[in-house]
């Protein structure tokens, strides 16, 4: 879809790129940055909470400052690929606090997860005793990061 076939135009645009770098943005602040008075401002700012382009508001926290420095990517392949045995996954593996993301890849493992540990004892535990048990686990591989190069949660 090309800009001009987009239902959103330059002033949404710049709403959405002033909320994802401060969502606590007063909305008399949000409209003098995007040049627009506070009623129409909050119109759009409804709209695009309505049409689903605002899907939230959150603190980013350091989970570093909480305890959890340690992140792992677990290339995940399951036995059965079938749509109740995703499903069966897909709902074990969102209960799990441990894992941060979970992504389905096309390539030669099934999904990839970021999961987050205080080190990398306690990351053995979550993979021996949680992840490996996830419903039509056939098979894991680790990775482990040593260094945040880029993450765009700041």
Do not use: W
């Given at each position: 879809?090309s800009?001009?076939?987009s239902?959103?135009?330059?002033?949404?645009?710049r709403i959405?790129?002033?909320?994802?770098?401060?969502?606590?943005?007063?909305?008399?602040?949000?409209?003098?940055?995007v040049?627009?008075?506070k009623?129409p401002c909050?119109?759009?700012i409804?709209?695009?909470?309505?049409?689903?382009y605002?899907?939230?508001?959150?603190?980013?926290?350091?989970p570093?400052?909480?305890?959890?420095?340690?992140?792992?990517f677990?290339?995940?392949?399951l036995?059965?690929?079938?749509?109740?045995?995703?499903?069966?996954f897909?709902?074990?593996?969102?209960?799990?606090?441990e894992?941060?993301?979970?992504?389905?890849?096309?390539?030669?493992f099934d999904?990839?997860?970021?999961v987050?540990?205080k080190?990398?004892?306690?990351?053995?535990?979550?993979?021996?005793e949680?992840l490996?048990?996830?419903?039509?686990?056939?098979?894991t591989?680790?990775?482990v990061?040593?260094?945040?190069v880029?993450?765009?949660?700041?």
């Amino acid at each position: 879809m090309s800009s001009a076939d987009s239902p959103l135009d330059q002033i949404d645009r710049r709403i959405l790129d002033e909320l994802a770098r401060d969502g606590r943005l007063s909305v008399a602040e949000l409209s003098r940055r995007v040049n627009l008075s506070k009623t129409p401002c909050q119109a759009r700012i409804k709209r695009l909470e309505k049409a689903g382009y605002i899907l939230g508001y959150r603190a980013v926290i350091d989970p570093t400052r909480l305890g959890l420095p340690h992140v792992a990517f677990v290339e995940v392949r399951l036995s059965d690929t079938r749509k109740a045995a995703l499903e069966a996954f897909n709902k074990a593996v969102r209960a799990l606090p441990e894992v941060e993301q979970a992504h389905m890849i096309a390539s030669s493992f099934d999904y990839l997860l970021k999961v987050r540990t205080k080190d990398i004892a306690a990351y053995r535990e979550v993979l021996g005793e949680k992840l490996s048990a996830l419903p039509h686990v056939a098979h894991t591989s680790t990775h482990v990061s040593m260094e945040a190069v880029k993450d765009d949660v700041e």
